[in-house]
């Protein structure tokens, strides 16, 4: 029997499909790593800008003007240790949304520069899947160059313990949620509305994410310590809080990893669909 | 995918994609684009070339219907599909990010190509298409004609089976399209199959060896720019315009031309078209029956046969309205 071009062109889409996906992936996260090298000084200055000023005026101006935000004394060092974990995820979450959800605004404008990536032979679940891990990579990168920033800088001394497990699954985590948060805002955000990102939801989302107090602090506020779950930034943040501080109240591990994992699995369906929206008709 | 012969580098069937209730924008087309052939869709803006090129491409997903490229059904396996076609967008889609050279080179990562084979590639083709000097330029930097080129290189850099070009010249200068056209043939001479969508008549003339006239989403017609030409029963056509309501009109031109060879009065927006074996000796006729029923003519045109006439005699339409 004679193979027709049709029963090879098959084979060789199913020997291609395979394991060629993942090759695809690498090629077009090469791409994002060389125009992030390209912007390195950009990105430095995006990713340093925020902590430096908030750590700057909240654990060394502070104290020294005697100005009672975070307390004084044993109370000072207490505020500055507990903020590490704060100003890190912050930094992870933020830069992931701006590392995916902007660029994503330029290409899906009127030149339609989307079409260059989507025309790379992927199933639109792989392009989505390489727009995350960039984002989780630029946000991992984000949470590295802000760490020295928040022991050096503050006035007071900051007590960190290190629970490398929990550190090393925490970080990954939160950084793939938040790729995949920053994907699904760029894609259902349409382009002419982008300040809206800010006003609606990374401010929110930092205000009420348990930057400034650990979230058991909100027992007070009964109504706002529910809501705020919601928020995966809490998450993050108390996971943090768990892998780099002894004393700070944090939420149980159990709750944090369940909730991470639950976000992830979420954002990664909604923000694939939202992509493909954005592409196909 | 049964059925499929191998024959064909592009292939669709009853290919249909209806976006509403009433937008049908491409109504059961039936296409067949033989390896190495350059083949164009012309028609006007809105004939559904667009909504043709989108469903090929995977970017848009037909309502019914089947479409192969290089044998593999692009609606079934959009993935494995997309490595059978180069595209050329009707905007510039380059990667903004990046410059001229690392474009290309990008999209030969994408598309499995090695660092050095995919530094080799490039290489070559900014060679090819005169854009070496430009190599390390922002793409931004670069002017319509050679932000073209450069898609054209991309678009053909994997050695797709059918590179399909969406009005490509449609915001180029005429000494542009005229290189462009240039390139085309070159590729076409080392066997590129091309389907090519355009409303420039002129360039489905020059460039394509067998071509489909679209209209409302249906092929109206299909084969050889000659063969279309002559497929015309008549020899040229007479464009009228007349002021006043012209339904009465036509009626009338139709009974009193019936023994002058004429074969079809039809209205128009702003006035009537007819066709006819020598339509030059119509004009003293229609002028008279005109005037002697109150009309005043505003404008004649006669045209000998092109494509530009066949989509009139068609449609009864111009093609650029």
Known sequence: MTMTATDRASIRAAHVSKWAYSKVIFALLSRDVAVLKKNLKFFLIRVIMQPLLFVFVFTYVFPKIGQGVGGSGAKASEFST???????????????????????????????????????PVPIWGLALEKILSGAIQSLLAAIVVFPIVLLIPATPVHLHFDWPVLLTIVPLSAVLSGALGL???????????????????????????????WAALTPIEWLKIAVLINPLIYINEGLRAALTHGVPHMALGYVYLALVAFTLVLLVVSTKGLRRRIVS | MTGVTGVFALEARQLTKRYSQTVLAVDHLDLAVQKGEIFGLLGPNGAGKTTTGGMLTTRIVPTSGNAFIGGIDVVAHPAEAKREIGVVPQTNTLDRSLSVEQNLYFHGRYFGYSRNEAKTRASQLLEQFKLSERSSAPVAALSGGMAQRLMMARAVFHQPTVLILDEPTSGLDPQSRLAFWDVLRELHSSGQTVLLTTHYMEEADQLCERL?????????????????????????????EVSGEVLGLTEQLRKELKDSSVDSVTASANGMVIIGDEASKLISPVVRIAEASGHSVLNLKVEEPSLETVFISLTGRELRE
């Open chain 1, 82 to 120: 507990l903020l590490v974990a704060g100003v890190v995820g912050i930094s992870i979450i933020f830069q992931a949304v701006q590392a995916v959800a902007l660029p994503l605004v330029q290409e899906f404008g009127y030149t339609k520069e989307i079409e260059d990536r989507a025309l790379a």
């Open chain 2, 212 to 240: 489909a006239i679209m209209d409302h989403g249906r092929i109206l017609a299909i084969g050889s720019p000659s063969e279309l030409k002559s497929g015309i029963k008549s020899g040229s056509i007479l464009t009228v």
């Open chain 1, 184 to 214: 699904t805002i760029g894609t259902l955000i349409p382009p002419n509305q982008v300040p809206l990102i800010f006003a609606i939801i990374v401010l929110p989302i930092t205000f009420l994410g348990a930057v400034y107090y650990p």
